[in-house]
């Protein structure tokens, strides 16, 4: 499996590389974003959020488990915590299939509902403001997307 | 010949199912909680399946309990009111749902209520509301100042730009291993413990009414986790001293702040953060020396979610003629402005 790497010293920067990524997405790209509490989940989807142009602010969605923003193409941002395992229909279908872009957050909890081809993202945690990210593509749009971001 | 406003109110949007009928938008005839809280324990958090199962299961029982409750039946009450959102869809969707049945087969006025309007004025159901007003809403999934210049208008002022004050008590509670909810175990620990360890306070730029507390969690993970790798342990009574120093430290100044830019005759606190003791303990002595305004803080009940705050912001977009169809639709990321009667 194919896996790309890169440091990020601290969150204005993780912000920005995920602002870069944001600029080569295409309507239905799915994201699954890993990592512990404090890892720099919702700061990533913030930057990718810029990235696709959304004025409005991003903030955690823990409590409602799905928010909708509006950008040069809609952002879904999911944070799937408290789903974990239960089969309820949340219409996650309706978004992995819609004209945005979803960031789903602890997205292995869902595991079995998600869309086999996605870009996976871990987020550790090094030191303080340090991070590493680690880019995991499934399927080819993924792994052309991680040629063109890691050019 | 009719001389009272009679609401049902019906609020399902998280883990409470609740049911309460008010008379004349300030009078508690009934009010009725099934709360979850147990069932979720163990999962560390509400599962959402979780909590409609328990709303279907429980809806139709306390509406039954209310009405009993206030010794009325449904011919007499006058309107239904109902959470709309924001919340959690699945969880919305039963109140709606009941609601809307309700409304059909007894040929009632349906009225949609914003859940945060609600925890506004769950104030009301203790004192009358004052305008100008400014509210601090602080839950598990909110974080705002509310500027109302009258009944119905909300203008909020300022925002969370990261984790709602209550998540992050959550997400806290969770590092140092406490059982959920987290937000009184760590209010508990706090007052036992001291404010020793160094932990920032995001004032964001200078004027700026919004809060972040994403910063505060990670400082007080990294606390935990240098300590862990010294071979250290922190006593968790004073890491929970020292976050809620901090979070509370930032509501209270930004509240201040906002009071005075605002020339407010009234402030509300709302949401289930509110029955925080550190919290309540803080705003009652910076407000104290301001005798020209009122500082009001709901009794613990009606902090968290519950149903007479629905029907008491139901009673007043009542009036304002604030009507819903049949067709009326949860929307869990429903906007407070947008909301405005």
Redesign the interface.
């Given at each position: 499996m194919n896996q790309f790497e890169r440091i990020s010293t601290n969150s204005e920067e993780t912000g920005q590389f995920a602002a870069g990524l944001a600029e080569l997405l295409h309507p239905g790209d799915i994201i699954a974003l890993e990592g512990?509490?404090?890892a720099g989940k919702?700061?990533f989807t913030?930057g990718l959020a810029k990235g696709l142009e959304i004025k409005k602010?991003v903030?955690?969605p823990?409590?409602?488990?799905?928010?909708?923003y509006k950008g040069r193409l809609p952002l879904y941002h999911m944070d799937v915590?408290?789903?974990?395992d239960?089969?309820?229909d949340?219409?996650f279908d309706e978004y992995f299939n819609g004209d945005g872009v979803t960031v789903v957050e602890w997205a292995h909890l869902i595991d079995e509902q998600l869309p086999e081809e996605r870009l996976t993202i871990f987020l550790y945690?090094l030191e303080?403001d340090r991070r590493k990210m680690v880019f995991v593509p499934t399927g080819n749009r993924y792994e052309e997307l991680c040629k063109e971001i890691f050019k | 010949m009719k001389k009272e406003l009679l609401i049902l109110g019906i609020e399902t949007s998280c883990d409470e199912t609740a049911v309460a009928i008010i008379k004349n938008g300030r009078e508690m005839a009934a009010n009725v909680v099934a709360s979850q809280i147990e069932s979720h324990k163990r999962f560390g958090g509400v599962v959402p399946e979780i909590a409609s199962r328990h709303h279907v299961e429980q809806i139709t029982i306390v509406i039954e309990e209310a009405l009993q409750q206030a010794n009325l039946t449904m011919a007499e009450i006058d309107a239904i009111a109902v959470t709309e959102g924001p919340g959690l869809v699945g969880a919305l969707l039963i109140g709606v749902n009941a609601a809307k049945a309700l409304a059909f087969a007894h040929n009632k006025p349906l009225v949609p209520v914003h859940h945060i309007a609600g925890h506004i004025y769950a104030n009301r159901l203790i004192t009358e509301l004052k305008f100008p007003l400014l509210a601090l809403v602080v839950s598990g999934g909110h974080t705002e100042l509310v500027y109302m210049k009258e009944h119905g208008h909300f203008e909020v002022i300022g925002e969370t730009r990261d984790d709602a004050a209550g998540e992050a008590y959550d997400k806290v509670a969770r590092t140092l291993h406490m059982p959920y909810p987290g937000g009184p175990h760590i209010d508990r620990l706090a007052q036992e413990g001291n404010p020793t360890i160094p932990l920032p306070r995001a004032w964001l730029e200078e004027g700026s009414y919004d809060f972040s507390f994403s910063g505060l969690k990670s400082a007080v993970i990294n606390a935990v986790h240098n300590a862990e790798q010294r071979g250290e342990s922190i006593a968790p009574e004073d890491l929970a001293a020292s976050f809620q120093a901090s979070v509370i430290e930032v509501l209270v100044k930004k509240t201040e702040k906002a009071v005075a830019a605002y020339g407010v005759e009234q402030i509300l606190i709302a949401g289930g953060v509110a029955a925080n003791k550190g919290l309540r303990q803080a705003l009652e002595h910076a407000f104290s020396k301001n005798p020209g305004i009122e500082l009001v803080i709901p009794p613990l009940s009606l902090c968290t979610d519950n149903a007479a705050m629905i029907a008491a912001a139901g009673s007043v977009m009542f009036e304002k003629g604030i009507r819903a169809g049949l067709d009326l639709n949860a929307i869990p990321g429903l906007d407070i402005e947008l909301y405005n009667g």
């Open positions: 512990d509490l404090g919702t700061t913030k602010n903030n955690s823990t409590f409602t488990i799905i928010k909708e915590y408290r789903v974990a239960s089969y309820e949340l219409g945690r303080e | -």
